[in-house]
């Protein structure tokens, strides 16, 4: 394939489904997409791959596969035709009885059956490109390479992006992202910041720093998933002490208010699994949902300095001795 990746047109089901078989996945359109060993083309779609996120009437948005996760022994629930047995069947929301299969044979209640499957979850938060508003579906029907209106994964032609879109092949290449360039991140804790005639520390290129996080991990939060640009602020690992603590591995992208929690210690991050912690002081607040969440790197081999955070766990957790 030119260029070594292929396009894929990803259905986002959620409750704007008009085709069954299952009883739905856990997408978020604009981070990741989930299926499994059922679906169609599931192991044809790769890391690399560039995807088109759309729901039944609108495209939701653009990006590149960054990594994809495999879980295995997920129980998965499976729905057919108690007639023909096939899966590609959708609802009819105005008429009954409220299923038809592609065979034409129509029911109120498909056969259910327990099943195990391996699941997959595509990560491209990192380079997702939100669609223009009302992007209709129609746009799409030249590209489609061999169009089955029951599968959820479909290949499409990469003339879409040169024909439609030509300036978001540059936008949607992870590739041009050289995270590899910078050295590994070592916190030394020396204070290199100029004070000049003030007792307050002088801080520079932190506008360049958020911006450099950004372009790594995607404009969000790397907790919640935030994606308000004005809400996200970029959060030092390893106190500010000078220009060397402006390092990529040093950084996260975090919600106004959870950089304010993370940098008095009240949140903490475990840096071998990088799940969250909450300090005894908010657990059963408004905050607990976070507890137990990972950091959401959007990336298989890109993480921040285990050092860093390494640093930081240990000083969350001196609180409690």
Same mark, same amino acid.
């Given at each position: 394939?030119?260029?070594?990746?292929?396009v894929?047109?990803?259905?986002?089901k959620g409750?704007?489904?008009?085709?069954?078989?299952?009883?739905?996945? &856990?997408?978020?359109?604009?981070?990741?997409?989930?299926?499994d060993t059922?679906? *169609?083309?599931y192991d044809?779609?790769?890391?690399g791959? *560039?995807?088109i996120?759309a729901?039944?009437?609108?495209i939701i948005?653009?990006?590149?596969?960054?990594?994809i996760?495999?879980?295995?022994?997920?129980p998965?629930?499976?729905?057919?035709?108690?007639e023909?047995?096939?899966?590609?069947?959708y609802?009819?929301?105005?008429?009954?009885?409220?299923?038809q299969?592609r065979?034409k044979?129509t029911?109120?209640?498909?056969?259910?059956?327990?099943?195990v499957?391996t699941?997959?979850?595509?990560?491209? &938060?990192?380079?997702?490109?939100?669609?223009?508003i009302?992007?209709?579906?129609?746009v799409?029907?030249?590209?489609?390479?061999?169009?089955?209106y029951?599968?959820?994964?479909q290949?499409?032609?990469?003339?879409?992006?040169?024909?439609?879109?030509?300036?978001?092949?540059?936008?949607?290449?992870a590739?041009?992202?050289?995270?590899?360039?910078?050295?590994?991140?070592?916190?030394?804790?020396?204070?290199?910041?100029?004070?000049?005639?003030?007792s307050?520390?002088?801080?520079?290129g932190?506008?360049?720093?958020k911006?450099?996080?950004?372009?790594?991990y995607?404009?969000?939060c790397?907790?919640?998933?935030?994606?308000?640009?004005?809400?996200?602020?970029?959060?030092?690992i390893?106190?500010? *002490?000078?220009?060397?603590?402006?390092?990529?591995?040093?950084?996260?992208?975090?919600?106004?208010?959870l950089h304010?929690?993370f940098?008095?210690?009240?949140?903490?991050i475990?840096?071998n699994?990088?799940?969250?912690?909450?300090?005894?002081?908010?657990v059963?607040s408004?905050?607990?949902e976070?507890s137990?969440?990972?950091?959401?790197?959007?990336?298989?081999?890109r993480?921040?300095?285990?050092a860093?955070?390494?640093? *930081?766990w240990?000083?969350f957790?001196?609180q409690f001795?």
């Amino acid at each position: 394939m030119m260029n070594g990746y292929k396009v894929w047109i990803l259905k986002a089901k959620g409750d704007q489904a008009a085709f069954g078989g299952n009883l739905g996945y &856990a997408d978020q359109p604009t981070s990741h997409y989930v299926y499994d060993t059922n679906v *169609r083309n599931y192991d044809k779609l790769a890391e690399g791959d *560039r995807v088109i996120i759309a729901d039944k009437e609108h495209i939701i948005g653009y990006a590149t596969v960054s990594y994809i996760e495999m879980r295995t022994n997920v129980p998965k629930v499976r729905l057919r035709c108690p007639e023909c047995n096939t899966q590609e069947h959708y609802i009819r929301k105005k008429i009954q009885p409220k299923y038809q299969c592609r065979n034409k044979h129509t029911f109120d209640i498909p056969v259910s059956e327990s099943i195990v499957v391996t699941e997959y979850i595509a990560h491209y &938060a990192t380079t997702f490109v939100r669609a223009s508003i009302q992007t209709s579906v129609k746009v799409l029907d030249p590209y489609y390479l061999k169009r089955n209106y029951y599968y959820s994964i479909q290949q499409a032609s990469p003339d879409f992006f040169k024909i439609e879109y030509p300036d978001l092949e540059k936008r949607l290449g992870a590739d041009q992202i050289n995270f590899q360039a910078y050295e590994a991140y070592i916190p030394s804790h020396t204070d290199e910041r100029d004070y000049k005639t003030t007792s307050k520390a002088i801080r520079i290129g932190q506008s360049k720093f958020k911006s450099l996080l950004i372009e790594i991990y995607g404009l969000r939060c790397m907790i919640t998933g935030c994606e308000v640009h004005a809400a996200i602020e970029a959060s030092h690992i390893c106190p500010y *002490r000078g220009k060397k603590d402006h390092h990529p591995y040093n950084g996260l992208l975090l919600r106004t208010d959870l950089h304010q929690l993370f940098d008095a210690n009240l949140i903490g991050i475990e840096p071998n699994a990088l799940t969250i912690e909450l300090h005894p002081s908010i657990v059963g607040s408004y905050y607990q949902e976070l507890s137990g969440r990972k950091l959401q790197t959007g990336w298989k081999d890109r993480s921040p300095s285990f050092a860093a955070l390494e640093y *930081r766990w240990g000083q969350f957790k001196a609180q409690f001795k």
